[in-house]
């Protein structure tokens, strides 16, 4: 099979597109054990960055609700804003008690899609804790943790109650957030409870390994952005499909893939140093 992957852009494409090219697989594609093994070493690599990263935040404001830490470095990993402990700070003290000071410091942080999304998404964030109560403190358990999920799902399926700028990212960051601030709990995920962010990058990755065989149907289409509807049933296809790659291997977590395929999907020209700093610290 010819590599997947046009023009790659972090180790994991260039590796990939390699087994491609090797072949022995199905419909002569990549192998799929040697593939997992791949997606497991780099989502891995990826996931201590981001649990050293929320473990950070979260040590730096312990009175704080945790959720709102939890969204507040969502917002940074969906590529809105700059991961800083003052970003952190002024998104925390909008999810408290809205007001002009922070919101203006969290949209000082913005990336390329401007300070707009960042704002607006604090807005939505702050309308919904209005509406949903979730526990004092980040559940223990995957089941609890994916309870908390459902009260948080439930004003945003119903077009009358979901706030502006809560989409597909906004629904589910702030649990894979709340999951990396404790590895050993994500290490023991094998099924979407809690359900995982879908986006462009984990589409993109998905309809990548359809092609080489490795899933068994394409993945369905996420709008990725938070600023329109969504469909909800985008979130549970693509996360069957994520589970789905984990059919007979105990040795995976949903998490460890779920990072793999995001980095096999992504168009991110600092993909490669994410990984690289990553495996450094």
């Known amino acids: 099979m010819k590599a997947l992957i046009s023009t790659p852009i972090n180790e994991l494409q260039r590796e990939f597109n390699l087994l491609c090219e090797k072949g022995g697989g199905v419909r002569g594609g990549p192998v799929r054990g040697k593939t997992l093994e791949r997606l497991k070493h780099y989502g891995q690599t990826l996931n201590r960055g981001a649990t050293e990263e929320v473990q950070e935040h979260l040590a730096r404001f312990p ?3 945790p959720w709102h830490v939890c969204f507040a470095l969502g917002l940074c990993w969906g590529h809105l804003a700059k991961v800083d402990l003052t970003f952190t700070e002024a998104v925390v003290g909008c999810l408290e008690h809205l007001n002009d000071t922070d919101l203006k410091t969290a949209g000082s942080f913005h990336l390329e899609r ?8 604090i807005k939505g964030g702050y309308a919904l804790f209005e509406l949903v109560q979730l526990p004092e403190t980040l559940p223990t358990t995957l089941v609890s943790l994916g309870r908390a999920q459902e009260r948080w799902l439930s004003p945003i399926l119903n077009p009358k109650l979901r706030p502006p700028y809560i989409g597909s990212w906004n629904a589910t960051a702030m649990f894979m957030t709340a999951l990396f601030a404790q590895p050993t709990l994500a290490a023991t995920q094998t099924e979407p409870t809690p359900i995982l962010p879908p986006g462009g990058p984990i589409f993109a990755g998905l309809n990548i390994l359809h092609q080489a065989g490795l899933t068994p149907t394409k993945p369905d289409i996420a ?7 969504f ?11 994520l589970a789905d790659l984990l059919r007979g291997c105990t040795w995976l ?13 992504t168009r991110h020209p600092h993909s490669d140093n994410w990984i690289k700093t990553a495996s450094v610290t």
């Open 63 to 65: 009175d704080a609700n």
């Open 114 to 121: 401007g300070p707009e999304p960042i704002i607006n998404s």
């Open 223 to 229: 709008d990725d952005l938070d600023g329109r509807g």
């Open 231 to 241: 469909e909800p049933g985008v979130l549970y296809a693509n996360n069957d499909l």
């Open 253 to 265: 977590s949903l998490t460890d893939v779920h990072s793999g395929v995001y980095l096999l999907g």
